[in-house]
């Protein structure tokens, strides 16, 4: 394995001699092991960090802050090696100049390497998400940044052009390629040669698809809280057509709720889920239900009224009774007032009222006849 510190007590000279004597070893073993293009081939395909006219839209998915990776000082070389107990930092293993004998790198795992003269360093990735983009950080430790040349190859051996080619500082750079399932190399090699140049590189998924749309709990209008679920860690956001109500975020099990006031029946309200990564999901609808019983106001009844009359919801059925005898029933109008014929009814006779809204929510009110 490689080591990255300089003045480690490392002889480059011979650490040299030693891989060129394993590369040839393993040449001799392996005869059908497809070699890497020579490095000044692979230097006319790579391109360098501002060559790229960056595709804004991706640009503006990525998270930088995921791709931890800046060693700008010796000590955080030390502390990514130290780390390597907890397994999230690898060593490149030589020979590596052959496709068919890449290292593997685990998406997020940092992997730590040298570069000896004319050397080249594969590394081998596996896509298996539907995103659309891969993104590769390296960082640099004894040389500039715009000497580290790396590009992607797909599994036929063909180089991917990058969307995105940044540098994130003067010690860092960052590329996207649009990628699909399968597998992918990852060829890294220097601008200039040199001896014991020590690098770090990343990769991962570029998270470009947008969360399922979110699930909406029943509302009525006597609700205070609307809950549902959805991406966990998304945030959900909540409108009353145009009126945004909140933006609460979904807990570790997706779970969702916001405290509002009551929402007037029939009202549709709308919730979007965005995940980290900003990917917006298609918008839930859910109409608020009318669970509220209408208003109901009626006029005094004497012993000579032919009428019963009032006041509730507009459009709102209403029917006079007696006991299970029915009088009379109308629609209220558009300001909700009623007006029902009848038969003159007893002094004392008790006459009840009920409105029913078109949710079948009913009021009822009784009146006795004076």
Same mark, same amino acid.
């Given at each position: 394995?490689a080591s990255?510190?300089?003045?480690a007590?490392v002889?480059v000279v011979?650490?040299r001699i ?7 070893l393993?040449a ?6 497809v ?5 000044e081939d692979l230097k006319e395909?790579m391109?360098l960090p501002?060559e790229?006219?960056a ?11 995921r791709?931890?990776l ?8 030390r502390?990514m090696?130290?780390k390597?107990?907890?397994g999230?930092?690898l060593?490149?293993l ?5 496709f068919?004998l890449?290292d ?8 730590v390497?040298n570069?000896y003269?004319?050397d080249i360093d594969i590394?081998?990735?596996?896509v298996?998400?539907n995103?659309q983009?891969?993104l ?8 500039p940044?715009?000497?580290?040349l790396?590009?992607?190859f ?10 995105v080619?940044?540098?994130y ?6 590329q ?5 399932k ?12 040199r ?23 029943a ?7 609307i $809950?549902?679920?959805?991406e %966990?860690? @998304?945030t959900v956001t909540? *409108?009353?057509?145009?009126?945004k109500l909140? &933006?609460p975020k ?7 709720k916001l405290t509002?006031?009551?929402i ?7 919730a979007?889920a965005t995940?980290e990564?900003?990917?917006v ?5 859910k ?5 509220t019983a ?6 005094d009844i004497y012993?000579n ?5 009032g006041k $509730?919801?507009?459009?709102? %059925?209403v @029917?006079?009774?007696v006991g *299970?005898?029915?009088?009379?029933s109308?629609? &209220? ?9 009848i ?5 004392k006779t008790?006459?009840?009222i009920?409105a ?5 929510n ?6 006795k006849v004076?």
């Amino acid at each position: 394995m490689a080591s990255i510190l300089n003045g480690a007590g490392v002889d480059v000279v011979g650490k040299r001699i030693g891989i060129m004597a394993a590369t040839l070893l393993m040449a001799s073993m392996f005869g059908g092991t497809v070699f890497a293009e020579s490095p000044e081939d692979l230097k006319e395909k790579m391109q360098l960090p501002g060559e790229v006219e960056a595709n804004q839209e991706v640009l503006e998915k990525v998270d930088l802050d995921r791709f931890n990776l800046n060693p700008s000082d010796q000590k955080s070389f030390r502390s990514m090696i130290e780390k390597k107990a907890e397994g999230d930092v690898l060593y490149e293993l030589e020979p590596n100049d052959y496709f068919d004998l890449a290292d593997n790198l685990p998406f997020m795992s940092v992997m730590v390497a040298n570069l000896y003269g004319e050397d080249i360093d594969i590394y081998k990735v596996k896509v298996t998400s539907n995103d659309q983009y891969m993104l590769m950080m390296g960082s640099t430790y004894e040389f500039p940044i715009d000497e580290l040349l790396y590009g992607v190859f797909d599994s036929k051996l063909n180089y991917i052009e990058p969307e995105v080619y940044e540098l994130y500082d003067h010690e860092t750079s960052y590329q996207v390629v649009p990628v699909k399932k399968g597998e992918y190399y990852i060829a890294v090699l220097s601008d200039y040669w040199r001896y014991g140049e020590s690098y770090a590189m990343i990769a991962g998924m570029v998270d470009t698809t947008p969360p399922a749309a979110p699930t909406v709990n029943a509302i009525d209008d006597n609700d205070k809280v609307i $809950t549902g679920k959805a991406e %966990k860690g @998304s945030t959900v956001t909540l *409108k009353n057509g145009k009126t945004k109500l909140g &933006s609460p975020k979904a807990d570790s099990k997706g779970n969702f709720k916001l405290t509002t006031k009551p929402i007037k029946a029939g009202s549709k309200i709308t919730a979007t889920a965005t995940d980290e990564a900003g990917n917006v999901s298609k918008a839930t609808t859910k109409t608020v239900a009318d669970k509220t019983a209408p208003s109901l106001t009626v006029k005094d009844i004497y012993s000579n009224s032919k009428t019963v009359s009032g006041k $509730t919801e507009a459009g709102a %059925k209403v @029917s006079v009774k007696v006991g *299970k005898k029915a009088l009379g029933s109308a629609t &209220s109008n558009s300001k909700g007032e009623f007006k029902i014929k009848i038969k003159a009814q007893k002094k004392k006779t008790t006459i009840t009222i009920s409105a029913s809204d078109k949710a079948k929510n009913t009021k009822t009110v009784t009146k006795k006849v004076k």
